[in-house]
């Protein structure tokens, strides 16, 4: 259950509340999974940022509430449009250093920003000091910050219910056709592709 890790960030290390905001940086399986997690949460606004269209699709089907694709308009001015000053939430899921930066850049004072994505180990961000002094935040988020023995059981209580339907994401594929599976998980046609032997 691995690729439901993600909507532990927003359930546990977040702990969005409840009404808030949240904008979910990239809308692969990661992202998605934090969708998920957000709408447990009940945050009513969810704003899933990705430069796919089909991925920003999906992101819908799953239940974001707003979607912007980054590669056609400035995120952070539209996300302070939507929200009127920034989302108190963040998630950047693609390690990429600028989403990083945009992430940051999108909360509204007070916000909490989590990395999740993974850099390579030597990449940097630039963060803009004066943002960080109103009292956002930056956190890093490992495997979600939880106790595997007492959130898998809790997950599948919410899938059972309805609630976390990861099973939506998965594609099954046989071995034969591992490069089309690979293909459309690149497209974005595929969240999360599952190899059978």
Known sequence: MRYTNRGRGVINSLKARPGSSIAIFGAGSVGVSAI???????????????IRNERLKGAEDFGATHTINSAQTDTVEEIRKITGGGVEYALE???IPKVLRQAVDALGIGGVAGLIGAPTPSDEVSLNMEGILVG???TG????????SIFI???IALFRAGRFPFDRMI???PFDQINQAAEDSEKGRTLKAILRF
């Open 36 to 50: 998920l997690g957000a709408i447990v949460c009940g945050c009513t606004t969810i704003i899933a940022v990705d």
């Open 153 to 155: 059981p809790h997950l």
């Open 93 to 95: 899921c693609t390690g």
């Open 171 to 173: 594609k099954f594929y």
């Open 136 to 138: 956002r935040t930056i």
């Open 141 to 148: 988020i490992t495997e979600g910050d939880s106790i595997p």
